[in-house]
T-cell receptor, first 110, second 110 residues
Framework: EADIYQTPRYLVIGTGKKITLECSQT?????MYWYQQDPGMELHLIHY???????EKGDLSSESTVSRIRTEHFPLTLESARPSHTSQYLC?????????FGPGTRLTVL | GQSLEQPSEVTAVEGAIVQINCTYQ??????LSWYQQHDGGAPTFLSY????GLEETGRFSSFLSRSDSYGYLLLQELQMKDSASYFC???????????FGAGTQVVVTP
C-alpha cells in the first residue's frame, strides 16, 4: 500500500487567503508531482520535482508555488487564493514506471 | 501538438468484456500507462507498456502498438466494482512525467 499523505482533505476558504497544501511520502521516492483535476476531467501536471532543491513547472500554468527541502515533503502554496483555484489537487510520487497518488485535497475558494 | 484520445464513456453488463482504446500524439514516448480512479478517490496504477504487445494482469490486460501510436486496456469478466474512470497516460521523457488522457468512464450494469 502506498504511503503518501495529503492534508487537509477538504478546505473552504475566502478569496485572498494564503494556503499551503501538504504532501508527504514515506517511500523515499525522489520524484514527486502535483496535479490539478476538476470533477470528471483529466489530470493536469502543475509542478514536479526530481529531488531535493529541484522544482519545475508543469504543463498547466499555475499561480501556485512549491518547495522541496526534504525528500519526503512537497508542499504547494497559493499566496492569494481565487475562486478560479477551486479544484482537486493530487500529489504523487513515483518509482520506476508507477506513480502513487495521495487522497487529494478538495479546495473551494469562495 | 500533443494529445491523447480515448472514449468518454463505455457501458457494459456484469461479466462482459470492455476494451478502452487510447491513441496518442506526443513529442516523446517512453511508454503508456493506465490508471483507475473511482469517484472521489485517487488514481491507482494498473499497467505500463513500454514495448509492443499484450501485458496481462489478472482480469485486466493492456496492449501497445508503438508504430500505430495506439494502445488499449481490456477489462474481462466485468464486476460492479470496475465502475470507475480509466485514464491512459503517456510517459514522455526519461524522468517519468506523465501526460493524461481525458479519461473513460466505465459503467457496469447488473
Amino acid at each position: 500500500e502506498a504511503d503518501i499523505y495529503q492534508t487537509p482533505r477538504y478546505l473552504v476558504i475566502g478569496t485572498g487567503k494564503k494556503i499551503t497544501l501538504e504532501c508527504s511520502q514515506t517511500m523515499g521516492h525522489d520524484k514527486m508531482y502535483w496535479y490539478q483535476q476538476d470533477p470528471g476531467m483529466e489530470l493536469h501536471l502543475i509542478h514536479y520535482s526530481y529531488g531535493v532543491n529541484s522544482t519545475e513547472k508543469g504543463d498547466l500554468s499555475s499561480e501556485s508555488t512549491v518547495s522541496r527541502i526534504r525528500t519526503e515533503h512537497f508542499p504547494l502554496t497559493l499566496e492569494s487564493a481565487r475562486p478560479s483555484h477551486t479544484s482537486q489537487y493530487l500529489c504523487a510520487s513515483s518509482e520506476q514506471n508507477e506513480q502513487f497518488f495521495g487522497p487529494g485535497t478538495r479546495l473551494t475558494v469562495l | 501538438g500533443q494529445s491523447l484520445e480515448q472514449p468518454s464513456e463505455v457501458t457494459a453488463v456484469e461479466g462482459a468484456i470492455v476494451q478502452i482504446n487510447c491513441t496518442y500524439q506526443t513529442s516523446g514516448f517512453y511508454g503508456l500507462s493506465w490508471y483507475q480512479q473511482h469517484d472521489g478517490g485517487a488514481p491507482t496504477f494498473l499497467s505500463y507498456n513500454a514495448l509492443d504487445g499484450l501485458e496481462e494482469t489478472g482480469r485486466f490486460s493492456s496492449f501497445l502498438s508503438r508504430s500505430d501510436s495506439y494502445g488499449y486496456l481490456l477489462l474481462q469478466e466485468l464486476q460492479m466494482k470496475d465502475s470507475a474512470s480509466y485514464f491512459c497516460a503517456v510517459r514522455g521523457d526519461s524522468w517519468g512525467k506523465l501526460q493524461f488522457g481525458a479519461g473513460t468512464q466505465v459503467v457496469v450494469t447488473p
